[in-house]
């Protein structure tokens, strides 16, 4: 009875610097030795565009980016020896520009391989940038026919077949796919229903993990048997090697060894992980030192300061209350204990005489008028002087603390609450921002209690509340999400037992309040739709819901 043989290869779950093209190539390399070296690999997988960095978007059109990528594919072909590498990067052909996977082994191309299917819908904008490839690229590894394919390539059914026409015995696939919730149960359902079941061929599924700018990408890479079962997956959120094992049976059948299965997270956990992932991923890669949170009692900045320590480390936080007159004691008190938990440096610095200064130098122009958001906004921009200046003066970035429910419908202030750097939570609606608040605290103590529980207010005026302004949060978030998510009308989203009246006011309020997200800063992207890349509004328009 003839033995069956063994395909060894390596899943290279790294996290990638877009546009360091020599610290990328020097991160490959060194993939591909651990991968040869320590676990005696046939064959080591990188990311998509792992050379560039993805989405490496008009950096793609930079001469010297061209330069940059022919010098690491001489440095891959030169110093990648014993094993052999695929790796994605951007392949310059005369005018056109193709995303590609190059597969090399001690200096020889034995194939490269272009992707074939263009995403060009919400966050990918490829067909921008590249000129779609139309061929398998099947190679020898190890004595077995190995199909290379590039992300999207998997989700339609296209090149799978042409991989299976030309003799393919397992299908390797590398991937930048950006993270949203349940996406990771979206991949496996999809490429087993349609890909691996359709052509009866295994799959190796490498994903990119990192956060960059507002989209993060999770890792969870994966390993699929003919029968669709998942036979080994990796963990989000963290890089890594892993190792995955293949039998090929004297048939030529190719068989996944069962490995580690990395179990998939519930929704808080694997949320929370993503926005700390993509916080740490933008202070650490902009090389800011630390940064700087306005904490104000309230839950969406208690958990901003939560995930700021935990993307980055205590001594790295700094927290500071801003209280007026209008300010609680038990915000002030809740802040600073919340502090002293998760061992932050916290300052107290009152506005009030900021705010006194103010009104005195506007005493004319307000004259005769009542007071209304205008004297609540100056104290939101006295705060955003504050913040701003410790930033500046420590180098430390500002984090922005406003949810996705308050960004739709401008309840916030320019030049104010929305000043900053970067938005962990501006993708959260408010409710799942209550979900995360809870689930943070099942680990450790970190928000007091009455934080959350207590009924959310800007305390900008005297016993304000959000609901002063705003339905209730349980009914104007889901509101949101068929507007913005699901692209549903006014008459669409009242048959779903909403108030016609309260969804024409909402669905205007967010249109109307575009010229403010428009200057927000950016931040995680961790639902279907996020503003930024996603949302591409006009700021004047002449529609209105119906």
Same mark, same amino acid.
Request: proline letters at 5%; one cysteine or more.
């Given at each position: ?31 591909? =030795? ?17 050379? =560039?960095?993805?989405?490496? /978007? ?36 005369? +005018? ?168 998939? !997270? ?12 993509? +916080? ?15 904490? =104000? ?102 984090? +922005? ?50 934080? &959350? ?5 800007? /305390? ?31 008459? !669409? ?8 009246? +309260? ?15 428009? !200057? ?18 006009? &700021? ?7």
């Amino acid at each position: 009875m003839t033995k069956a043989r063994r395909l060894r290869c390596v899943m290279a779950q790294l996290n990638l610097v877009v546009g360091d093209v020599d610290g990328n190539t020097t991160r490959i390399v060194q993939a591909a =030795s651990t991968a040869r070296d320590r676990e005696r690999a046939d064959a080591v997988l990188l990311p998509e565009l792992a050379v =560039s960095g993805y989405p490496p /978007e008009d950096l793609l059109f930079h001469s010297g980016m061209r330069t940059q990528v022919a010098r690491s594919l001489e440095r891959l072909r030169e110093e990648v020896r014993g094993i052999t590498l695929i790796a994605g990067y951007p392949e310059y052909a005369g +005018t056109e520009i193709h995303n590609s996977a190059i597969v090399v082994r001690d200096g020889l191309v034995l194939g490269i391989h272009r992707k074939a299917c263009l995403p060009n819908y919400r966050v990918f904008d490829e067909k921008r940038y590249f000129t779609a490839g139309t061929t398998a690229t099947v190679v020898d590894i190890a004595g077995v026919r190995a199909a290379v394919l590039v992300c999207e390539d998997i989700w339609a059914a296209d090149p799978a077949r042409w991989a299976k026409e030309a003799g393919a015995q397992v299908l390797l696939v590398i991937n930048a796919s950006p993270y949203e919730m349940g996406k990771q149960q979206q991949r496996e359902a999809l490429v087993a229903a349609q890909r691996v079941r359709e052509c009866a061929l295994p799959l190796v599924f490498l994903n990119l993990v990192g956060g960059q700018d507002e989209l993060v990408f999770d890792g969870h890479s994966f390993v699929m048997n003919t029968a669709g079962v998942v036979t080994q997956r990796a963990p989000p959120f963290k890089e890594g090697l892993y190792t995955v094992d293949l039998d090929v049976a004297a048939s030529g059948a190719v068989v996944p060894v069962a490995g580690m299965l990395e179990p998939c !997270q519930a929704e808080e956990e694997s949320v929370y992980g993503a926005l700390v992932l993509g +916080t740490r991923d933008y202070v650490d890669k902009h090389r800011f030192p630390g940064v700087v949170v306005g904490l =104000s009692g309230g839950v969406d900045s208690a958990l901003t300061l939560c995930i700021a320590v935990d993307a980055l480390g205590a001594q790295r936080v700094h927290s500071v209350a801003m209280p007026s007159r209008y300010t609680s004691q038990m915000s002030k008190d809740d802040a600073a204990l919340q502090a002293r938990w998760l061992g932050v440096r916290h300052s107290e610095i009152p506005i009030e005489g900021m705010f006194e200064a103010t009104l005195a130098a506007l005493r004319e122009e307000f004259g005769g008028l009542p007071p209304d958001t205008a004297e609540e906004n100056i104290q939101s921009r006295c705060r955003g002087v504050l913040l701003m200046g410790i930033s500046n003066k420590t180098g430390r970035m500002l984090l +922005t603390t406003g949810n996705k429910s308050e960004m739709s419908v401008g309840y916030a202030t320019l030049y104010g609450d929305m000043a900053g750097g970067f938005a962990p939570i501006k993708d959260c609606s408010k409710m799942l921002v209550y979900r995360l608040a809870n689930w943070r605290n099942t680990l450790s103590q970190a928000i007091p209690a009455r934080v &959350i529980e207590r009924a959310p207010t800007a /305390e900008l005026r005297h016993d304000q509340k959000d609901t002063d302004s705003l339905p209730p949060y349980d009914v104007l978030d889901p509101i949101l999400e068929a507007f913005i998510e699901e692209d549903l009308s006014v008459g !669409q989203i009242v048959e779903r037992g909403f108030d016609r009246a +309260t969804v024409g006011r909402i669905l205007d309020m967010v249109k109307r309040n575009e010229y403010k997200r428009r !200057q927000a800063p950016p931040g995680v992207r961790v639902s279907g739709r996020a503003f930024g890349r996603d949302w591409r509004y006009p &700021i004047t328009s002449g529609y209105r819901s119906r």
